[in-house]
């Protein structure tokens, strides 16, 4: 077969149906790297299912197979027209693990070390927002109202909106003047419109060594220490499953299990009785 058309015939699918440009690369990738590994047979529809499960067991990581195994039933959803093809290939059950958070006291520390106002103001929004690290970069000027911000298009191509600490608004405020953004919040470096998630990324590592703190910092763990020390604060599930933006409160709840103050407070029987 021709890996080449087919995979030109994938990437019109796949752009009609995903509206995740993300999506569509990755899986366009992925699909491009199926094709040429089974170039010699004659149609996809000639792969035995059993040299796909081969194919797959390849990749090292249940995440990294459950992806591409993602990918393949798409192509073969939308392109060749074969959606029971993958039936009885199952997904990998994935580890349940336990989100890592940064603790106040370190989050404090990483705030006073950061002597940088644009970095500071990131910073602050990832942690005081809950917000994903493509969020933060995305942010427009029109999105910042009084006291909430307008999270547009996010993951899933959702709209959501959530609070605004006065005193983030008040560091939002001073960044504004200082800076004078155009249309993004945050501008890149020289003309470029937007900040990257990979200056970000680094910037963060570079304060966190700066603050002392001993584990490694991504922007997704502001986002999970956000989640847990909200509900130790006592927000209610229900509010921090729509300022996070999760379709299912059961992804909200893993939250549950990364708060060691809220379990500690949890009453036991046993506390009525004498012993």
Known sequence: M???N?????????????PSEKTQKNYQSTVLGF????????????????????????????NTRNHKLCAIKSFYE???????????????????????????NEIQAMITACSNL???????????????????????????GTDTIDIILAKGRKDR??????????????YISVYSPKVYLFNGWKDAPQYTEGSVRQFLKDIAIKAGVKDHVNPHKFRHSFATHSLEQG??????QEILGHNSPKTTSIYLHTSRKAIAKIHSPLNSMQL
Do not use: Q
């Not at 087919?6 to 995903?18: I, N």
């Open 35 to 62: 094709l040429w590994n089974f170039k010699d047979e004659e149609t996809p529809s000639h792969i035995k299912t059993d040299s796909i499960k081969e194919w797959l067991l390849t990749f090292e990581t249940i």
């Open 161 to 174: 909106i959530v609070p605004l600490p006065e005193n983030l608004k008040g560091l939002i405020d001073k």
């Open 118 to 144: 644009k970095h500071k103001t990131i910073l602050c929004l990832l942690y005081a927002c809950g917000l994903r690290i493509g969020e933060v970069i995305n942010l427009k000027i029109e999105n910042i």
């Open 78 to 104: 939308i392109t060749v027209g074969m959606p029971l093809k993958l039936e009885k290939i199952p997904f990998s059950k994935r580890d349940k693990k336990v989100p890592k958070i940064i603790e106040e």
């Open 235 to 240: 927000t209610s599930i229900v509010y921090l």
């Open 2 to 4: 021709n890996p080449t």
């Open 6 to 18: 087919w995979h030109k015939k994938y990437c019109v699918d796949s752009e009609l149906k995903y």
